[in-house]
């Protein structure tokens, strides 16, 4: 269509006529390119009745003129007509949907308007009924489908059509054309030949602004035809930022330097930054996105650093410390809390502001210089030390560790361990009589008093084999002596001595005897017997307190041998009985004797003599040369044969005494110059299995101590003599073990779990059998309530014993307590330490472990059932509510079924309705309330629900025996729901169908279900 062109040439005064004429023109010819002119003008189409139709009109010009549609000569205005505008103002799109025949057929005139003037253009349309299609009117074979796809993704929207001739595709979007071109290429139309036309829209690099409802529209010289709109969405990621990589904390030296990483992803990505407290690392225009390092140097002191992410959907921060590398400090208020007889409770504070890796505790008695002993692993602030002795002076001090090492100790504080009974009697106890009804009693204190001896008790009694407590008593202060008056005269006595603490009585003392004649001497005490050689043992005794001892009498026999041999000697305190069989045992009984008579014999004492020790010399290998000897003079010295005698006595836990004799004088083959001992574990547990000699011993010594060996442990021993010549061979070894003392490891592979609210089970296994340190005797498993992560309360201690059947057992047994009577929802700190005959050792490091909630009780239920197929169950809250309420659980199945349905509720619900259930059937309800714990007890009942005629018939009918007169029957109850209730019998109609009768019999059958 050609347009027509209208310029605007307004009405002026008269008076100003040619004034106004000359600007008049001087604007129209500065302005005549600037009319509207049609950048698109519309065409004209051939539509469908209830299709669309759509007309495109852009124009241009200064100013930009407006688009106007006219129909008719009138402004276009219809439900059915929409005019669409260009984002940039450049013109419209007419839309008519659906086309009416008839009354959308017309001229359509477009109007672009400016203060220039005004061109319009027009387009018909023209609209067929479907019967009046011509032949080769385009045809969508294949219109666009919804799609969505991912922003940057490709998006492919299709569309093929056929026509005679071929269509031409075109795209719509939101009813506005698609411009291809101006998409600098990410809009393609994909054009292939062929039979349909494919005319495919591809939008690379999608963005949101893709988004929309697209058309294709297919169009030839028979009409236009559209295809059904398709929506495009593009969807865009949108995820908050997260820290894939988030800082990590770091310890470094003084004046190191360290880089802090930092990666944080999300959709759209975050920028990055760093602060330090209120000072902002990051200028606010160079931060960068996603990955942010930052290099801290020269560090003089610790700091935490802050990478901030920050997106348009949120913002999020992480923390690294930079810590400075330094030994820790000494932790500070250390104090004792809790003494026990062998036990000391230490708390302290850390004094340090930076987490440590553990404590160390260090302990020694003061009343010794040695060196501290040790317990390290501790990983709380307080602390028990077990094995210790009793009313002992202690030291302790605590030092922090962390990964640099060990810090400076903390100020000491020095205690005194509470008191026991005395453990061991009174030494040198004697006694003598004043006169023949007076006796004097005297002694030493105990060797191990354990506490303030209070005071002594003397025990007499004419009959020894009478119980303790059937004795008479006499108590005293705690001096060292006492007297005794009364006592019957001509008669023996048995007396024993025994010191008290204010704790309890300690060990008697053995019993020593005397005589009430006076003059008569007492019963010689501290007789002990000690086998020296083969054919010799040696005895001691303690001299009695008077000095009217004229001789000892000896009495002495084999063991198996009532051939007691008589000895009289002079006042000794020590005689050896010689010319004995080897590797014998022998009794003795010793009395003394004054000018008044005989005292009493002591209780039998036995000794064995040591084995026989015969050696032969190995035959000398004689060789003649220059140097051998001239006849007259001496011989060269030899080595001395092996000592005929070693004997071994173990002093404590890590010293032994080797005893021996000297090899006889006429083996010894020269002088003795020196001995050697030598010494070696047996044990394979042993954590120095290497033999060990110590030489150069002097030749007087007939006994040498060995120390620094391993507690509880077996060694073997050998010793051989020097002379000038060399050493000797060896003597047989002998083995002893040293003394127990506490265990020097904690039990080991310590678990815990909870069992319920109220009890924990506590799971350990022995210490090393190296680090066992004598017979593991029990455990005590202590166990502390912990409230913000400190102990709090005193610590409950539980013994578990060993029976003697589980005292030698494999080192992967595994032992077991039960920790009961706890509170739910508690933490509790647990250790476990071994103990001996010597005390508890090193306690294990403690386990938490958190009881686990108590679950709530049973809630009340009332259930209501109605004259249909439902029931109403109404319920109350547990009165034993544990915990917080979380909800109900409601459970019902029939009678006759396994699995239950399951309902949850929330807390504040109360009732619930059940529908479908069956008619004359009994039903089980449980109800159950839970809290975070779990499901508590339920409340269980039983409902039935009223009977009715079943609604149901028999299933699976089938004829199962037929003769000539008989059918035999069967069939299957009907379905569960519509038995309504338990079946009591069925009825069997049959008829002849041969028979001219309408007549049914009737049969009635017991159930078989």
Known sequence: MVPNIHPAVPLLPRGA???????????????????????????????????????????????????????????????????????????????????????????????????????????????????????????????????????????TMLCAASG??????TWFKDFLPVDINSSNGRIKQLRSGGTP??????????????????????MNSAGTRYAAPANLYVRVRRVPPRFSIPPTNHEVMPGGSVNLTCVAVGSPMPYVKWIMGEIELTKEDEMPIGRNVLEVTMVKESANYTCVAISSLGMIEATAQVSIKALPKPPTSLIVTETTATSVTLTWDSGNPEPVSFYMIQYRPKTTYTGFQEVDGVATTRYSIGGLSPYSEYEFRVMAVNNIGRGPPSDPVETRTGEQAPSSPPLAVQVRMLSASTMLVQWEPPEEPNGQIRGYRVYYNSDMDAPLSGWQKHNTDDSRLTTISGLTTDITYSLRVLGFTSVGDGPPSDILQVKTQQGVPAQPSS?????????????????????????????????????????????????????????????????????????????????RTAQSSEYTLPPLSLSLSASSTNPGESPPPQVPIAQQEVHLSSLSSTSLKVSWVAPPAASRHGAIVAYTVSYQSTGSASEDPDRHDVPGIGADASSYVLEDLEKWTEYQVWVRAHTDVGPGPESAPVRIKTKEDVPGAPPRKLEVEAVNSTAIRVTWKAPLPGKQHGQIRGYQVIYSRLENGEPRGQPSVMDVPLPEAQWNIEESTE????????????????????????????????????TTGAVPGRPTMM???????????????????????????????????????????????????????????????????????????????????????????????????????????????????????????????????????????????????
Not at 597 to 607: C, K, R, S, W
């Open 164 to 169: 005679n001739p071929d269509p031409e595709i």
């Open 527 to 607: 007789f002990e017997a000690e086998a020296e050689l083969d054919t010799r043992i040696m005895l001691t005794w303690l001299w009695p307190v008077q000095d009217s001892i004229t001789k000892y009498e000896l009495q002495y026999w084999e063991g198996n041998s009532d051939n007691k041999i008589h000895v009289t000697f002079n006042p000794v305190g020590s005689y050896a009985v010689e010319g004995l069989k080897p590797d014998t045992l022998y009794r003795f009984s010793l009395a003394a004797r004054s000018e008044f008579g005989l005292g009493v014999y002591t209780q039998p004492i036995e000794a």
């Open 815 to 850: 032992y077991e307590a039960i920790i009961t009577g706890l509170h739910s929802e508690t933490t509790y700190s647990v250790t476990v330490a071994a103990y001996t005959t010597k005390g508890d050792g090193a306690r294990s490091k403690a386990k938490v472990i958190t």
């Open 17 to 155: 006529a040619p004034l106004l004429l000359l600007l008049s023109c001087l604007v129209l010819s500065s302005q005549a390119d600037s009319l509207p002119s049609f950048i698109k003008s519309p065409e004209d189409q051939t539509g469908i009745s209830g299709g669309v139709a759509s007309f495109v009109c852009q124009a241009t010009g200064d100013p930009k003129p407006r688009i106007t549609w006219m129909k008719k000569g009138k402004k276009v205005s219809s439900q059915r007509f929409e005019v669409i505008e260009f984002d940039d103002g450049s013109g419209s799109v007419l839309r008519i949907q659906p086309l009416r025949t008839h009354r959308d057929e017309a001229l359509y005139e477009c109007t672009a308007t400016n203060s220039g003037g005004e061109i319009n253009t027009s387009a018909k349309l023209t609209v067929l009924e479907e019967n009046q299609i011509p032949h080769g009117f385009p045809n969508i074979d294949m219109g666009p489908q919804l799609k969505v796809v991912e922003k940057t993704r490709t998006a």
């Open 197 to 218: 036309i494919r005319g495919a829209l591809q939008i690379e690099n999608s963005e949101e602004s893709d988004q929309g409802k697209y058309e294709c529209v297919a």
């Open 863 to 1009: 259930i209501s059932t109605t004259m249909g197929d439902t029931a109403l169950i109404q319920w109350q809250p547990p009165k034993d509510m544990v915990g917080e309420m979380m909800g109900y659980q409601l459970q019902y199945r029939r009678q006759e079924d396994t699995a239950y349905t399951s309902r949850e509720f929330k807390r504040t619900d109360d009732h619930h309705t059940v529908t479908n259930l069956h008619k004359g059937a009994t039903y089980v309800f449980r109800l159950s309330a839970l809290n975070r714990a779990g499901i508590g007890e339920a409340y269980v009942k039983e409902i039935s629900t009223q009977e009715d005629v079943p609604s149901g018939y028999p299933l699976n009918i089938r004829v199962t025996g037929l003769t000539t007169s008989t059918t035999q029957l069967a069939w299957d109850p009907p379905a569960l729901s519509e038995r309504n209730g338990k079946i009591l019998q069925y009825v069997v109609a049959y008829r002849d169908i041969n028979s001219h009768s309408n007549s049914t019999n009737r049969y009635y059958s017991p159930p078989t279900d």
